[in-house]
């Protein structure tokens, strides 16, 4: 599967519509969509939750490499509590998916990290229900501090002062990611520059 994993790989479009509504889907490249990747066959549900978790992989690691362009870190640990929680979830939901298969390949279930005979892998997925359900409270009580922080309209705005910043209209589906973001390094720069003037 041909997907997007780096800032120079997406649009802010395709960006801002993953993050603000988590449609993961916008990372996979248009080439792939056009010759359709799943029309040949359907997905078996292992295969479609192992498809969203190269998906949200392909995201941890783009959001990681935003987080360093931008300089914003304000949301590190929520993210990570965030990614940490959802892999978590697909992985659960794969090894599931494997134990109800009436013949169960245990080398799946062991490439998932998941050790032993079949007793003590559903021994352990309990154990992981539990630890699963701690963390998913204290990323909703984070969840409800942040509501709102981000909003398109937030991007919006920051586009629109980077693009007066360029000297003209920057198109959401036209500019890629890391261009935009090395503009407002730039900005950001030339406005510290100046600010730092004034003072002397």
Same mark, same amino acid.
């Given at each position: ?19 603000? #509504? ?49 300089? #914003? ?31 169960? #390949? ?88 100046? #600010? ?5």
């Amino acid at each position: 599967m041909n997907i997007s994993y780096k800032c120079s790989e997406v649009t802010l479009d395709e960006f801002i519509d993953c993050m603000i #509504n988590g449609n993961l889907y916008r990372l996979i490249k248009p080439a792939v969509i056009t010759h359709g990747f799943c029309q040949v066959r359907e997905l078996t549900p292992q295969e479609e939750a192992e498809f969203n978790l190269e998906l949200q992989q392909a995201w941890e690691q783009l959001y990681t490499e935003y987080s360093e362009l931008s300089g #914003n870190k304000q949301h590190k640990y929520y993210f990570a509590l965030y990614k940490s929680v959802y892999a978590m979830k697909l992985k659960m939901h794969i090894a599931q998916l494997i134990l109800t298969d009436p013949q169960i #390949n245990l080398d799946d279930l062991h490439a998932l990290g998941y050790k032993g005979d079949v007793k003590s892998i559903v021994a352990r997925l309990k154990f992981e229900t539990i630890e699963l359900q701690t963390k998913e409270k204290e990323l909703k009580r984070m969840t409800d501090k942040q509501t709102g922080t981000i909003k398109e309209s937030d991007f919006d705005e920051w586009i629109v002062s980077v693009g007066k910043y360029l000297g003209y209209q920057i198109k959401r589906k036209e500019m890629i990611l890391s261009e935009f973001l090395a503009a407002n390094k730039a900005m950001t720069r030339e406005i510290d520059a100046k #600010n730092k003037a004034r003072k002397r």
